[in-house]
């Protein structure tokens, strides 16, 4: 930037997209400020820093500022942007940051609507064991790198999650660009699929004329595409066609074991995070780990000793005998993912969950797709819808979608005000060695500071 920049305003920077930016700026020697509606463990890490955190959102907040980065999730009509620029400030949002930052290292970016986070921490920790010195910004806190999402590097790469929510990530310009999957999310900014597939092209072409583009090739959508992608291109999946190619997958005591087929040779895989959509995450790891030359023992290696990022699969603890396990799901695919990684990771246990609804245009969007994705459940409580900052303009209520659950069959589906009054219900059904998940994308976390 010059020099010409000193002073960095981020709104919304309890945001766990913004909160790693504002870290990186931190550490690149930029006096950062944010703001954000709420405090958290976020907002607490980013002041023990010495960022200046503002509760809520003031126009008085932004004075001095030389630049104002935002979130996605930060409206036109936020009284700190629309002071901005009133005052002439530049206003960009977090991909450009991103992009810029990314404009002087090698970038590879990950999107997709499922496994962005997983894939970005698998491929961080793989250059990480390689001694690369990535600079790492992911989705979630990676316990491999000190419980952040955030780290500096010295070395040429920079890792990180490409948001495609609102189109946002073709501000990037990758050397590698991967995609893990496609699905029917973020309409409200979309509108169509075609549009969200021109999308997702124009991003796998962004890449340069020596770079790579990473796709699933068993995706239906990204089949459509496979043609239209002019980059240098490798795909993962189970069909033979695909470049890496699951050959045998088994669950083992410890996690899964797998046998890959890479062009003329094969590559066994041992993961200890469960389901076979990791071992797809995986795969496209693998692929980037190889076009960066990376040995194929330093590569397994990383993904073998990979735990997680936080609320991904986590395991929080049990109480009287009963696992509880947080997740982020909150899209019916990823519900239907988590529940199959729970059945196989606990054969013959019970599996309950609690689900708190994310976004009222999600639900609206996707209801029958919501009332149909908890038939592996043993039991599911569905809390009030979490707004995130919406208003329930088609006044849903997660009684509505418990009422559609039971007329698709899945009696076992209870209405609940909070998360909370879902984990005792669930409680006084389980017993030892059930498992009790928690799942969505809003507050529902915070139960465990009741629980533990």
């Given at each position: 930037?010059?020099?010409?920049?000193?002073?960095?305003?981020?709104?919304?920077?309890?945001?766990?997209?913004?909160?790693?930016?504002?870290?990186?700026?931190?550490?690149?020697?930029?006096?950062?400020?944010?703001?954000?509606?709420?405090?958290?463990?976020?907002?607490?890490?980013?002041?023990?820093?010495?960022?200046q955190v503002f509760l809520g959102h003031q126009a008085e907040n932004v004075v001095g500022a030389e630049l104002v980065v935002y979130s996605s999730a930060v409206g036109p009509n936020n009284p700190e942007l629309s002071y901005a620029r009133e005052l002439g400030l530049p206003t960009i949002r977090r991909a450009e940051m991103l992009a810029?930052?990314?404009?002087?290292?090698?970038?590879?970016?990950?999107?997709?609507?499922?496994?962005?986070?997983?894939?970005?921490?698998?491929?961080?920790?793989?250059?990480?064991?390689?001694?690369?010195?990535?600079?790492?910004?992911?989705?979630?806190?990676?316990?491999?790198?000190?419980?952040?999402?955030?780290?500096?590097?010295?070395?040429?790469?920079?890792?990180?999650?490409?948001?495609?929510?609102?189109?946002?990530?073709?501000?990037?310009?990758?050397?590698?660009?991967?995609?893990?999957?496609?699905?029917?999310?973020?309409?409200?900014?979309?509108?169509?699929?075609?549009?969200?597939?021109?999308?997702?092209?124009?991003?796998?072409?962004?890449?340069?004329?020596?770079?790579?583009?990473?796709?699933?090739?068993?995706?239906?959508?990204?089949?459509?595409?496979?043609?239209?992608?002019?980059?240098?291109?490798?795909?993962?999946?189970?069909?033979?066609?695909?470049?890496?190619?699951?050959?045998?997958?088994?669950?083992?005591?410890?996690?899964?074991?797998?046998?890959?087929?890479?062009?003329?040779?094969?590559?066994?895989?041992?993961?200890?995070?469960?389901?076979?959509?990791?071992?797809?995450?995986?795969?496209?790891?693998?692929?980037?780990?190889?076009?960066?030359?990376?040995?194929?023992?330093?590569?397994?290696?990383?993904?073998?000793?990979?735990?997680?990022?936080?609320?991904?699969?986590?395991?929080?603890?049990?109480?009287?005998?009963?696992?509880?396990?947080?997740?982020?799901?909150?899209?019916?695919?990823?519900?239907?993912?988590?529940?199959?990684?729970?059945?196989?990771?606990?054969?013959?246990?019970?599996?309950?969950?609690?689900?708190?609804?994310?976004?009222?245009?999600?639900?609206?969007?996707?209801?029958?797709?919501?009332?149909?994705?908890?038939?592996?459940?043993?039991?599911?409580?569905?809390?009030?819808?979490?707004?995130?900052?919406?208003?329930?303009?088609?006044?849903?209520?997660?009684?509505?979608?418990?009422?559609?659950?039971?007329?698709?069959?899945?009696?076992?589906?209870?209405?609940?005000?909070?998360?909370?009054?879902?984990?005792?219900?669930?409680?006084?059904?389980?017993?030892?060695?059930?498992?009790?998940?928690?799942?969505?994308?809003?507050?529902?976390?915070?139960?465990?500071?009741?629980?533990?």
């Open positions: 930037m010059y020099n010409k920049i000193h002073r960095i305003h981020l709104i919304g920077i309890g945001g766990i997209g913004v909160s790693g930016i504002a870290e990186l700026l931190q550490t690149h020697g930029y006096t950062v400020t944010g703001s954000d509606l709420r405090e958290s463990d976020t907002v607490r890490r980013l002041r023990s820093l010495g960022i810029e930052l990314m404009r002087l290292k090698h970038g590879i970016a990950v999107a997709g609507a499922h496994g962005k986070t997983t894939t970005t921490s698998m491929i961080a920790l793989i250059l990480l064991q390689a001694e690369l010195d990535p600079t790492i910004i992911v989705g979630g806190r990676m316990d491999n790198i000190g419980g952040t999402n955030a780290r500096m590097g010295m070395g040429k790469f920079l890792v990180t999650e490409a948001d495609e929510s609102d189109g946002s990530f073709n501000k990037l310009a990758p050397s590698i660009a991967v995609v893990t999957n496609m699905d029917r999310e973020h309409m409200e900014y979309y509108q169509t699929m075609r549009k969200l597939k021109r999308s997702f092209l124009s991003f796998l072409n962004k890449v340069p004329f020596y770079g790579l583009s990473v796709f699933n090739g068993d995706d239906p959508y990204l089949q459509l595409l496979r043609r239209r992608v002019t980059r240098r291109k490798v795909t993962f999946g189970k069909k033979p066609k695909n470049d890496y190619c699951i050959r045998q997958y088994s669950v083992t005591p410890g996690g899964t074991e797998s046998l890959i087929r890479i062009g003329n040779g094969e590559q066994r895989l041992k993961l200890r995070v469960p389901g076979i959509h990791n071992l797809y995450n995986a795969l496209a790891a693998l692929a980037v780990a190889d076009e960066l030359a990376i040995p194929r023992s330093v590569s397994s290696e990383a993904l073998y000793a990979y735990t997680g990022v936080q609320r991904r699969f986590q395991e929080k603890g049990k109480r009287d005998g009963v696992l509880f396990i947080d997740d982020y799901a909150h899209h019916p695919t990823e519900i239907r993912m988590t529940l199959a990684a729970a059945r196989e990771r606990f054969p013959g246990a019970k599996i309950r969950a609690v689900f708190q609804p994310h976004r009222f245009s999600r639900v609206e969007d996707l209801f029958d797709e919501f009332s149909e994705c908890f038939k592996d459940s043993d039991a599911v409580c569905v809390t009030d819808i979490y707004a995130a900052g919406e208003v329930n303009a088609q006044g849903l209520h997660a009684e509505l979608l418990v009422e559609n659950m039971h007329r698709r069959g899945i009696t076992q589906a209870s209405y609940v005000k909070s998360p909370l009054d879902g984990i005792a219900c669930l409680s006084a059904q389980s017993q030892a060695g059930d498992v009790i998940l928690t799942l969505g994308a809003g507050d529902i976390p915070s139960v465990y500071r009741e629980l533990f």
